[in-house]
């Protein structure tokens, strides 16, 4: 009778270890979704943010129509981007014309005096560290993730409960070269 009892008491053991680890889990998993969906939260926010500065800045510089023209279509697609590679390269287009932007209000002395374009040039500072944050977290969270699910014991039942990699958010290619300005 007393034979059965370690047997038994190792598979409950092993049962509730699998519970935990799955539970676990689930838990990385949804902070991986939470870190992903600040990281939008911010983008968000800048996408919301530019249209108002276009516009600013439009009123003082209108013949620099396709540097708004780029803003524009960057925005958009930022705004239609379905997956992280998608939004990554969305959002380093979208730099790229915002940091040509910005080199309008260096040319143009008028505008770095409007105090309505000063504001929103802060805000839209503010809104680009507040976004390198959360990508920051959402790596973190991409990396503790993925490191529990590639590690013993976790790596035997996290294929099997259908836990899989994820993707980190990542710069584009080029993301060390300056933006060409040209006027």
Same mark, same amino acid.
């Given at each position: 009778m007393k034979k059965w009892i370690v047997p038994v008491g190792i598979i409950v053991l092993l049962v509730v270890m699998m519970i935990s680890g799955y539970n676990n889990l689930v838990r990385t998993s949804e902070s991986v979704n939470g870190s992903w969906s600040? &990281?939008?939260n911010q983008l968000q $926010? $800048? !996408?919301d943010l530019i249209p108002n500065l &276009? #516009? *600013?800045v439009k009123g003082? !510089?209108?013949q620099e +129509? #396709? &540097?708004f023209t780029a803003v524009a #279509? !960057? $925005?958009a697609k930022l705004a239609g981007a379905a997956t992280v590679g998608d939004a990554a390269q969305a959002d380093q287009a979208l730099t790229g014309a915002l940091g040509r932007l910005l080199a309008i209000s260096e040319s143009y002395p008028q505008l770095k005096s409007d105090a309505n374009f000063r504001t929103l040039q802060d805000e839209l500072a503010g809104t680009e560290n507040r976004i390198a944050t959360a990508r920051m977290d959402y790596n973190n969270s991409v990396e503790s993730y993925n490191a529990k699910i +590639? *590690? !013993?014991p976790t790596v035997l039942y996290a294929g099997i409960f259908g836990f899989e990699q994820r993707d980190y958010f +990542?710069?584009?290619t080029n993301v060390n070269n300056v933006p060409a300005v040209n006027f």
């Amino acid at each position: 009778m007393k034979k059965w009892i370690v047997p038994v008491g190792i598979i409950v053991l092993l049962v509730v270890m699998m519970i935990s680890g799955y539970n676990n889990l689930v838990r990385t998993s949804e902070s991986v979704n939470g870190s992903w969906s600040q &990281v939008q939260n911010q983008l968000q $926010r $800048r !996408a919301d943010l530019i249209p108002n500065l &276009v #516009e *600013t800045v439009k009123g003082y !510089a209108s013949q620099e +129509k #396709e &540097v708004f023209t780029a803003v524009a #279509e !960057a $925005r958009a697609k930022l705004a239609g981007a379905a997956t992280v590679g998608d939004a990554a390269q969305a959002d380093q287009a979208l730099t790229g014309a915002l940091g040509r932007l910005l080199a309008i209000s260096e040319s143009y002395p008028q505008l770095k005096s409007d105090a309505n374009f000063r504001t929103l040039q802060d805000e839209l500072a503010g809104t680009e560290n507040r976004i390198a944050t959360a990508r920051m977290d959402y790596n973190n969270s991409v990396e503790s993730y993925n490191a529990k699910i +590639k *590690t !013993a014991p976790t790596v035997l039942y996290a294929g099997i409960f259908g836990f899989e990699q994820r993707d980190y958010f +990542k710069p584009n290619t080029n993301v060390n070269n300056v933006p060409a300005v040209n006027f």
